[in-house]
């Protein structure tokens, strides 16, 4: 979410090493080169760096401030103490943010490493990168390209080597060298894929069954490897159209084995498809046939193709792929109209499947496709373009529970939210016929939901053949819960094992987050919220119940940062972030406040990564979000057709007539046409969860959301060297910031009015201008004791809202009212979801708030990042996280401890607090990190134990003019006491 200070990092980095831009999607002309911004080492008198991290500037723009920061001392070298001399051998090695990906443009290479070292206080003085043919050349240094030494303090780099060749598979490895220069280990090799240059394969589909198309095709074909040995083989497939179902178009399996689906929606899928890819080497033996089976649906352009390149060890090469010697079955036999499963916005097939005619092992190469025809060759598949995440990946997950409820008749509780679907294997009599219904909630004890909230019904028929059989959905369903009538097996039998769910998971490193502390309510929070976002990431930010693609930031924005903080990925934020651009880029309709997050969450994204490689793509983009601000320093509200029209319909969610427009108020003043470029002011809090706001046409809301977006944008501006939009920007942010203090806060109150022109403040008003970092550091204060007084209660602030409401406690010094929030069990909290029995995080509080409510929302996971960022107070103040500050604000809380992924390695941080004892600090930091610590209660001046030794805290002063007393430590494990 957002930070609590709003601080500015201002020290101008020095870019020792440099980056390459490559944003290669969706014919975006980049500069060739930006400097990646290196973090400054702490020094006397430099800049500590910036609290917000939204508001991370890599040069000085009009509204910064310097921060004192004192030097941090460096521990005694390893060798002293006996132990290593040198650094370790890096670790977490990613290419383009993504753990071997196999379709790296070559044009646009940068690598990334974890710096290990395990000296305390030690430093990355410098790296060395090598890229190889072979893993053994790049370890015996007979490399492709050395970087040789390069010197940085940051553990990443960008690829300046000769030319690489399209379809080739590369090995790297780097070491690091400390400040002294000594050099260490070097990594295990890692391996990258580039992406193909062209396609020589040909687009296929199945021709139609008796003169009908079903929309489903079984594709397959089968090619003989020599009998020489292997260096790499990687798969590169693609399909289209991903619309209606708005899921994949294929399954794709190689010798049995599923590799995966895809592809994912494309920013534009006017002009481009993304294409997936997959190292197969592994799979392919020397001399022996390989089958590759895809199993494909859509109503829409029905196109499908396939390329497979493999490298020999001698350096010879084969291209294969999708074409005339292929061979295609129409799949409406297997899978007979049904229906669909989906909403008004998808129309994804029910899968009601007749086992007796699905083609057992066509993916297999011991298959004889006797029957099937030649494939259609159809047109190629327009804009390739590899896609920049990792794949999604299918994981098996089995039943907490099952119940007989009679013959044949189960319930199955898997716990927590899969999205995917039941695994069965069954040994039927042929004919038999079994039904399978899908929920996220229970019926009633005895049945499961089926037909969803949100409008989809989740139910399938599988009809048996003789003999065993292992049943496997196609697309996905969303649920916790799953009822099976007409089983001929004991599925009571062994559940732990026996009953399982194939889910879709997006490859996260959740094993490098962790939290617990003294309250056991709040441990159960944060698993709650850390297994859902684990759930729903899938191959971008989306719905997963409604199926509905990513299309604004308002959801993205929370589900970033707790994938971030929970599985350290940042490849699939960035492409959800350019989802939500193209969006809201092609519709005048989209939501006003979600606009303004884009240059937020573009900025974070950076902020976090150190890399800045797709600012400058986005940059034009994210412009467009902007609103003007008026003469009085305000932004307007736009009003237009589509938000009179929502309010005429009363959809819960949706405006109330309540909200103004030009000539009246609500539904009874005429409707008129949507200006083309003006965004529609949908505000998405439901009518009963808005605490009487009061809609004028310049809120305060909107305009907090404009402050954050200016501010993000004068920092995104400065990092691309447009220092006149930075200034211009920066005084903008200022305007909006001083006129919100002039016309809109209530001194006598402490909180913010609703808009200008009225008296009223709803909880809303206060939450967002703090937790947006709006109000100034006295206004912070005041309004966030009005916010804790207040609460969250029925009718007053959604889960949205919440996220907001939990950082402007914290941001204002409320760290008790925010635990008991997070703790809490009323009918708006997070516990009160969880004895909804809801596998993840709800879209609203309770069901009577939300009619078409989902069980399976990112944007309630907040407490994931609240927590280690807000409670436990670790937050990055330089791009890269290089710098981080530690201030905490555990409340009443005993004991605690968290471990979070970062850029530059993981974080850890825990805690004692006995009452009436001292309060006990226990900081383990990467190598390439320090950080400044500030103790609950302490004052500048005031000494503490570092570990165990006497040292007075300094003090260290935001933007806003707040001031903390931290002292500063360096890498390793650290505790600080108070005296």
Not at 188 to 198: E, I, R, W, Y
Not at 602 to 608: G, K, M, T, V, Y
Not at 622 to 634: D, E, K, T, Y
Not at 728 to 739: L, M, N, Q, T, V
Request: hydrophobic residues 40%.
């Amino acid at each position: 979410m957002l930070s609590r200070e709003n601080l500015l990092a201002t020290g101008m980095p020095v870019s020792l090493g440099r980056v390459v831009i490559s944003l290669y999607h969706y014919g975006v002309v980049m500069a060739p080169e930006i400097p990646r911004a290196e973090q400054p080492r702490f020094r006397p008198g430099s800049l500590a760096g910036a609290r917000r991290r939204w508001a991370v500037a890599g040069t000085v723009i009009a509204s910064t401030v310097l921060i004192a920061l004192p030097a941090v001392a460096v521990a005694v070298p390893g060798a002293a103490m006996g132990g290593p001399a040198v650094p370790d051998a890096p670790g977490l090695l990613q290419v383009n943010l993504v753990t071997s990906p196999m379709a790296v443009p070559p044009s646009g290479v940068s690598f990334s490493w974890v710096t290990r070292d395990s000296r305390p206080g030690e430093q990355q003085g410098g790296y060395e990168i090598r890229v190889a043919g072979t893993p053994s050349a790049a370890m015996s240094g007979s490399a492709n390209w050395d970087s040789g030494m390069v010197a940085a303090s940051a553990p990443y780099g960008s690829y300046h080597g000769p030319g690489l060749a399209a379809a080739s598979r590369y090995w790297w490895t780097v070491r690091t060298f400390d400040a002294e220069g000594d050099a260490g280990a070097w990594a295990v090799p890692a391996q990258f894929g580039t992406a193909l240059s062209s396609w020589s394969a040909r687009a296929i589909w199945s021709a139609p069954a008796g003169g009908k198309n079903s929309g489903w095709a079984f594709l397959r074909g089968a090619i003989t490897v020599a009998s020489k040995p292997v260096l790499a083989a990687t798969v590169y497939a693609a399909g289209a159209s991903t619309a209606p179902a708005h899921q994949w178009v294929y399954r794709l399996s190689l010798n049995g084995k599923v590799l995966g689906v895809g592809p994912t929606p494309s920013p534009d899928q006017s002009t481009t498809t993304e294409y997936n890819s997959w190292d197969v080497t592994s799979l392919l033996s020397p001399g022996s046939a390989a089958a590759f089976g895809a199993l494909a649906y859509t109503q829409l352009d029905q196109q499908f193709v396939l390329e497979v390149v493999i490298q020999y060890l001698d350096g010879s090469r084969v291209t294969w792929g999708t074409g005339p010697g292929w061979r295609a079955m129409d799949g409406g036999s297997v899978y007979p109209p049904a229906g669909s499963v989906g909403t008004a916005y998808y129309s994804a097939p029910v899968e009601d499947l007749n086992a007796a005619r699905y083609p057992w092992g066509f993916d297999t190469p011991s298959f004889n496709p006797a029957g099937w025809s030649a494939p259609v060759i159809k047109a190629q598949i327009g804009g390739l373009t590899p896609l920049p995440t990792a794949n999604v990946q299918l994981a098996q997950h089995f039943a907490r529970s099952v119940t007989k409820l009679g013959t044949g008749h189960y319930l199955i509780d898997f716990g927590a939210t899969q999205v995917g679907g039941l695994r069965l294997d069954l040994a039927g009599p042929a004919g038999r016929k079994v039904t399978i219904r899908y929920g996220e909630v229970l019926a009633t004890p005895a049945s499961v939901r089926y037909h969803l909230s949100t409008g989809n019904v989740f139910q399938d028929v599988y009809t048996l053949r003789g003999g065993p059989q292992t049943l496997l959905v196609w697309g996905f369903r969303v649920f916790r819960y799953v009822e099976v009538m007409g089983s001929p097996q004991d599925m009571t039998r062994d559940p732990g094992h026996t009953v399982s769910a194939t889910a879709l998971v997006y490859p996260d490193q959740p094993g490098l987050s962790s939290m617990t502390s003294s309250n056991p309510a709040l441990n159960a929070v944060w698993a709650f919220t850390k297994s859902s976002v684990e759930a729903l990431n899938l191959y971008a930010y989306l719905d997963p119940a409604r199926e509905r693609t990513t299309n604004t930031e308002g959801d993205n924005y929370i589900h970033q940062q707790s994938q971030a903080v929970i599985g350290g990925d940042y490849a699939e934020a960035r492409y959800s972030t350019l989802l939500a651009l193209a969006f809201m880029n092609g519709d005048p309709q989209s939501i006003t406040e979600y606009r303004q997050l884009a240059p937020v969450a573009a900025l974070d994204s950076w902020q976090r990564t150190g890399d800045p490689s797709a600012l400058a793509g986005m940059y034009s983009h994210l412009q467009r979000m902007l609103l003007p601000v008026a003469s009085n320093g305000l932004v307007s509200q736009p009003i237009t057709a589509l938000i009179r029209r929502m309010a005429r319909s009363g959809q819960p969610g949706q405006p109330a007539p309540d909200i103004p427009h030009a000539s009246g108020v609500g539904f009874a003043s005429p409707l008129t046409t949507i200006r083309a470029g003006v965004p529609t002011a949908l505000v998405d809090w439901p009518p009963n969860e808005r605490d009487g706001f009061v809609f004028r046409p310049q809120n305060t809301v909107v305009n907090a959301f404009a402050y954050a977006a200016y501010h993000a944008m004068a920092q995104i501006a400065a990092q691309l060297g447009k220092t006149a939009d930075a200034s211009g920007y920066a005084a903008r942010a200022a305007a909006i910031r001083s006129a919100i203090a002039a016309l809109l806060y209530d001194p006598a109150s402490g909180a913010f009015y609703d808009g200008a022109g009225t008296s009223h403040e709803a909880l809303q008003s206060s939450v967002y201008t703090v937790a947006l970092g709006a109000a100034g550091p006295v206004a912070s204060q005041t309004a966030a004791r009005f916010i804790a007084s207040h609460g969250i209660t029925s009718g007053a602030c959604s889960v949205y809202c919440a996220a907001y409401y939990l950082e402007a406690l914290y941001d204002g010094g409320q760290g008790q009212a925010a635990l008991n929030m997070l703790t809490a069990s009323t009918r708006t909290s997070y516990r009160y979801m969880m004895a909804q029995g809801a596998g993840s995080t709800m879209e609203a509080w309770n069901p009577a708030i939300k009619g078409n409510l989902s069980y399976s929302h990112a944007w309630a996971t907040s407490p994931d990042f609240v927590i280690p960022e807000f409670l436990f107070g670790i937050t990055g103040t330089t791009p890269g996280w290089g710098h981080l500050l530690i201030q905490p604000q555990v409340a009443n809380l005993a004991s605690g401890s968290v471990a979070m992924p970062t850029a530059r390695g993981p974080v850890k941080v825990s805690f004692t607090h006995p009452a009436g004892g001292r309060f006990a600090l226990t900081v383990t930091l990467p190598a390439t990190a320090e950080a400044q610590v500030a103790l609950p209660g302490v004052s500048f001046g005031q000494q503490v134990l570092l570990d165990g030794t006497a040292q007075a805290t300094t003090r260290a002063t935001t933007a806003s003019g707040a001031s903390v007393a931290v002292v500063s430590v360096g890498s390793g494990t650290h505790t600080v006491t108070t005296a």
